[in-house]
């Protein structure tokens, strides 16, 4: 097989990774409820991606740092992931959902996080920046969300399924493309040990910090879609709201090297938690989207700036040597824990408090994680 540069393949796999987020986050929760489950349950459908993110990840990232076996462990995890998701179309009930959703996520769950190490290393070596390869994960997310929305409102969300399939075999095909697998270090890795990192204040205040702003966005990845569509926004409007967040993401990645440069991360980080709190007000204030419109661009910061600023920093605190170990653990805190968090919470509180207290109460969240952010030294 003919090899792609290494930016362009770790580009093509954030292309697929994040198209088949394209269609999952705004329409598989229609299909749940679609087939009958409740709040609560289509929460704890929702949670176990996270879950998985936060127990797989780290231990595969260490045994990567230690064995240069990165690109053998993501295509692995991308082929059982397609093949774990296929009796999705035999599930009617909320027990088969959660079976085949854990598998299918526990085998999903170490890839992205080793790819995000590659990536961090080539921008390192002077390849292009971070968010240059990173954007056409988003060009991709907001392309597939935008042609689901009308095929979900002609074909009924059924086809929600078909479409995610057929983008997981397009992540096989770009997992086959990645660089080769790093030579297995020698020696002592650079930088402080995973557990010398997380013993240290700073990393640790930085981490929850992450965890609360994921978790601020429990009720927008689990219940945004689900609340507009039972307010009468039809399908094609739920995909321009989506479309205009991850635009505005699009934009933000491409303008990320300069604004890293001149900010750095924790500035950057805190900067985006107080937008988040802003956020999370419209959406708890209106379902009218015209007026959901500018919180949807504000996901350019609350998604795009924070992530590509967090990653970096956690790229700086754990060091090149480990640098898969440091994605994965930073995956696993806030994209796993957080994550939980964020969407188990939503899933039990919305049917008590309904949906705009919940985002109101994800802005409170928004605010104590971006405190804490506050209180990381900033490094020179």
Do not use: K
Request: charge should be positive.
């Amino acid at each position: 097989m003919s090899r792609l540069a290494p930016a362009a393949a770790i580009s093509l796999f954030y292309g697929a990774w994040f198209a088949t987020l394209g269609v999952y986050l705004p329409y598989f929760n229609l299909y749940l409820d679609r087939l009958g489950f409740d709040s609560a349950q289509i929460g704890i459908v929702n949670a176990i991606l996270p879950l998985c993110g936060a127990l797989v990840p780290a231990l595969l990232g260490h045994l990567s740092d230690r064995l240069g076996r990165r690109r053998f462990v993501v295509v692995v995890s991308s082929v059982l992931g397609l093949l774990a998701f296929l009796p999705m179309f035999g599930v009617s009930g909320f027990p088969g959902a959660m079976a085949v959703m854990a598998v299918y996520a526990a085998a999903r769950a170490p890839a992205l996080p080793l790819v995000e190490a590659s990536a961090l290393e080539i921008v390192e070596r002077g390849g292009p920046a971070y968010g240059r390869m990173r954007v056409w994960g988003s060009f991709a997310f907001i392309l597939s969300s935008l042609a689901a929305g009308p095929l979900v409102g002609r074909l009924g969300e059924g086809v929600v399924l078909i479409l995610i399939t057929m983008l997981l075999m397009v992540g096989v095909a770009a997992a086959l493309h990645l660089p080769p697998d790093p030579a297995p270090s020698r020696g002592r890795p650079a930088g402080d040990g995973a557990g010398q990192a997380l013993r240290r204040p700073s990393v640790v205040l930085f981490l929850l910090g992450g965890v609360l702003m994921q978790a601020s966005h429990g009720p927008y990845y689990v219940f945004f879609s689900l609340h507009l569509r039972q307010a009468g926004v039809p399908p094609r409007t739920l995909g321009l709201l989506w479309a205009a967040a991850i635009g505005g993401e699009i934009l933000m990645m491409l303008r990320m090297p300069s604004i890293l440069m001149r900010h750095g991360p924790v500035s950057i980080m805190t900067a985006c938690s107080a937008l988040a709190v802003a956020r999370w007000t419209l959406c708890a204030l209106s379902v009218e989207p015209l007026l959901l419109l500018p919180a949807q661009v504000l996901h350019a910061a609350t998604f795009a700036a924070f992530h590509v600023a967090a990653v970096s920093h956690a790229f700086s605190e754990f060091g090149r040597g480990r640098s898969a170990t440091g994605q994965a653990i930073f995956s696993s805190a806030t994209y796993g824990l957080g994550s939980i968090l964020g969407m188990v919470g939503s899933g039990l509180l919305r049917d008590l408090i309904g949906t705009p207290a919940l985002f109101g109460a994800a802005a409170g969240t928004a605010l104590a994680g971006g405190l804490l952010l506050a209180s990381v030294p900033r490094p020179r």
